[in-house]
C-alpha cells in the first residue's frame, strides 16, 4: 500500500503548471480521447510465464489539463496463466479509473501543442471479477503511457504502456504482493476528438504577457493623469445676413447680419435670435448658409444647407420676406444671408 501511496503522491508532485501560462477548457466534453488497446500480462511471480495471457480492452480518457487526467479502463483477460480452472473465453475482466501525469509537459512545460512524443504515469484502483469462479478482487495499476502523437493537428496516438497490475486483497489483507499480481505489455490507438476551439488539444494564453501588457497600459494613464490638461477651446461657425433693400425700398442703417453657430451645431443662440431680429420686417433677402471644411463633405453639405434652413424659418416667422436659400460646403465658417436684387 506504501507504494501505491508514494506513487500518487509523486504524481501529484510532479504537477507544477507554469503559473504564467493558461489553457483553454471550455466544457466538459473538450479534450476526450477514446482508445483500443490489445497486448500480453504474465504473472509478476515468474514462477509461470508461459503462456502470455492475452488482453484486450477499451479506455476513455478525459484530460483536465494539458498534464493532468483521468482514464476509465476496461480489460478482458483471454487466457488461463493464473486462471487455470476457468473454462470460459473471457478468464477475467479489470475495469479501473486511473489517474494520468503528463510527465513531458509537467517537465518541460506545456508549449501549445502536444508533442510528438510524450510520456505520462498512470496510475489508479480497479475490480477484478473472474468467471466461473466468480472471484471479485480489488486492483491497482502502476504504469506508463509512451505516447506517439501523429499527423498535424495530433489527433491520432499510438500508446505504448507497460505496467504492473496488483491483486490487492489475494492474500487477505490489502497489499502490493507480486505473488497476485500480472507485469502487462498493451499498444493501443487513441482518437483524440475535436475540442470547441476547433483543435484536438488544449489552447494555451500568455497570462504573465497580458498582465505586463496590462500594467503598461495602466502606467501609461497614470501618466496621462498627471500631465497639465489642456484647454480646448470652442469654435463657433457663423452665419452671415446681408440685405439689400427692395427698389421701391428705402435703404436700411444696416444691410448684413452675421450670427454665429457652435461647431457642428444647427441651433440658434440668443444672440444669434437678437441680431435676426435687427432684419427689416419689409426687407427681401437671400439666405446662404456654410459650413466648415473639417468634416466630411456629405456632413458638411447637409449642415450647410439645415443652418440656412434654420435662419429662413426664423426669419419667415417674423415676416421678412426670404426669396431664396442656397449652401455652400468646405467654406469658411460662416453662413450668408444676402438680400434679394
Known amino acids: 500500500m506504501k507504494k501505491f501511496i508514494l506513487m500518487f503522491a509523486l504524481m501529484l508532485g510532479v504537477v507544477s503548471a507554469n503559473a504564467q501560462i493558461a489553457t483553454e477548457n471550455r466544457n ?4 476526450i480521447s477514446v482508445g483500443i488497446e490489445g497486448g ?6 515468474f514462477n509461470s510465464i508461459f503462456p502470455l495471457n492475452t488482453v484486450v480492452g477499451l479506455k476513455v ?46 517537465l518541460f512545460g506545456y508549449k501549445g501543442t502536444p508533442r510528438t512524443f510524450e510520456v505520462s504515469a498512470v496510475g489508479g484502483l480497479g475490480w477484478l471479477h473472474t468467471w466461473t469462479t466468480s472471484v471479485n478482487n480489488m486492483t491497482a495499476k502502476t504504469g506508463l503511457d509512451i505516447a ?8 491520432h496516438s499510438i ?11 489475494k492474500f487477505n489483507d490489502i497489499k502490493f504482493d507480486k505473488r497476485g499480481s500480472q507485469l502487462a505489455l498493451t499498444v493501443s490507438y487513441v482518437y483524440h476528438f475535436k475540442t470547441s476551439n476547433g483543435t484536438h488539444s488544449f489552447k494555451t494564453y500568455d497570462v504573465g504577457a497580458m498582465l505586463d501588457e496590462i500594467h503598461r497600459l495602466n502606467g501609461a494613464l497614470e501618466e496621462c493623469e498627471k500631465r497639465e490638461p489642456k484647454v480646448i477651446e470652442k469654435v463657433v461657425e457663423k ?9 421701391s425700398t428705402a435703404a436700411v442703417a444696416e444691410t448684413e447680419w452675421t450670427v454665429t453657430f457652435e461647431t457642428g451645431k444647427s441651433t440658434l443662440s440668443t444672440e444669434a435670435k437678437a441680431t435676426l431680429d435687427k432684419v427689416g420686417n419689409d426687407a427681401i433677402v437671400n439666405v446662404l448658409g456654410e459650413a466648415s471644411p473639417e468634416g466630411s463633405k456629405a456632413f458638411n453639405k447637409k449642415l450647410a444647407a439645415k443652418r440656412a434652413n434654420v435662419v429662413k424659418e426664423y426669419l419667415t416667422n417674423r415676416g421678412v420676406n426670404v426669396k431664396n436659400t442656397t449652401s455652400k ?10 438680400a434679394a436684387q
Open 61 to 106: 480518457q478525459k484530460d483536465l489539463s494539458p498534464i493532468f487526467g483521468l482514464q476509465l479502463e476496461g480489460l478482458a483477460i483471454l487466457n488461463d496463466n493464473h486462471f487455470s480452472d476457468i473454462k470460459t473465453t473471457v478468464k477475467a475482466t479489470n475495469v479501473g479509473l486511473n489517474g494520468v501525469v503528463n510527465l513531458s509537459n509537467a
Open 28 to 31: 466538459f466534453f473538450d479534450n
Open 329 to 338: 460646403t468646405n467654406a469658411k465658417k460662416t453662413a450668408i444671408v444676402t
Open 148 to 155: 506517439f502523437n501523429l499527423g498535424k493537428a495530433k489527433a
Open 239 to 247: 452665419v452671415v445676413v446681408k440685405e439689400v433693400p427692395a427698389t
Open 40 to 45: 500480453v500480462s504474465t504473472p509478476m511471480d
Open 159 to 169: 500508446v505504448i504502456t507497460p505496467a504492473v497490475f496488483w491483486n490487492l486483497n
